[in-house]
């Protein structure tokens, strides 16, 4: 795993939020979700060209949590605890499941996501 230079300085403290969400007990929830943040960050955040890279730091970190939505039923086989995410990503993740199931592409779902978040993080 390649570690974004920010990563230790997210906003949310990430190791100590892993600790206190999972506890734990499934670390295999919590390596997921935070792998697919770390990834997410790495080939999106990371890359000039990409749109997500455009983003504000509040837009991006809304996105970023918001994604976390897929592991619960995509990988229900790995994942025995569900990711509820924060109480305020919950609308957005609704629209971003609607979409997942619909098109089952992670590309075409950060890309409606980055024309969505704004919608979500300006109320």
């Not at 997210?10 to 295999?28: A, E, K, V």
């Not at 390596?31 to 890279?53: A, C, G, K, N």
């Not at 983003?55 to 605890?81: G, R, T």
Request: charged residues 30%; contains cysteine; hydrophobic residues 35%.
């Amino acid at each position: 795993i390649i570690f974004p230079p920010s990563f230790f300085t997210n906003t949310y403290n990430i190791l100590s939020y892993m600790y206190d969400y999972y506890g734990w007990i499934n670390p295999i929830s919590g390596f997921m979700h935070e792998t697919l943040h770390i990834q997410f960050h790495r080939y999106w955040r990371d890359d000039p060209e990409s749109p997500v890279s455009k983003l504000s730091d509040q837009d991006w970190e809304f996105l970023k949590e918001s994604l976390a939505v897929i592991l619960n039923k995509k990988y229900v086989d790995f994942v025995e605890l569900d990711d509820h995410g924060y109480d305020a990503h919950q609308e957005f993740r609704k629209k971003l499941w609607e979409c997942w199931e619909k098109e089952q592409d992670f590309d075409k779902l950060v890309e409606y996501g980055v024309r969505e978040v704004t919608k979500f993080t300006k109320k």
